[in-house]
């Protein structure tokens, strides 16, 4: 396997305990553009673009900001997103200079819950990166996708 610098410096910023408690790769050994690979090829074979989850996290984000704290229905209802703490910033682990709101914000639309942050609202957007297999905060695409038909269907 080829080396490349770039990629085992931000490998470092994603182990756990430097930039965050659990870290961004789980037990994933795969090199991260695999790992972005993968997630952008789920992502075409849907017709769903990264920019169009991205942009859906951003929305659900302004609305529980908007509702400091206090639970809020979206989407007809269909989906509740609740903001759930916010404690300093943390920077971007690929090292673009992004510094995003430690936010946490709890989502729940029919079956599916789940907890994202504005970091990985940017690492979708600008870096198509989900995150590890069996990492705490990895979305998985197939949640996310089904949750954007879910509210732009
Ligand atoms: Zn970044």
């Known amino acids: 396997m080829k080396r490349n610098p770039v990629q085992d410096h931000t490998r470092e910023m994603m182990e756990r305990g430097r930039l965050a408690r659990d870290g961004f790769l789980g037990d994933d050994m795969r090199p991260i553009d695999e790992i972005v690979a993968a997630d952008a090829a789920a992502l075409a074979a849907a017709g769903v673009t990264r920019e169009n989850l991205a942009d859906l996290l951003d929305e659900l ?28 910033r943390i920077p971007c682990p690929f090292g ?19 907890v994202f942050t504005p970091l990985q609202a940017h690492l979708i957007r600008e870096h198509g990166f989900f ?23």
């Open 61 to 88: 984000h302004a609305a529980a900001d908007a509702a400091l704290e206090t639970p809020r229905e979206l989407f007809g209802g269909k989906v509740q997103v609740q903001l759930i703490e916010v404690m300093g």
């Open 96 to 114: 673009c200079g992004e510094r995003a709101h430690k936010a946490a914000i709890r989502v729940k639309a029919g079956d599916l819950t789940f």
């Open 131 to 153: 995150q590890g297999e069996g990492s705490w905060f990895r979305l998985e695409p197939a949640e996310l996708i089904a949750l954007y038909r879910l509210c732009r269907g």
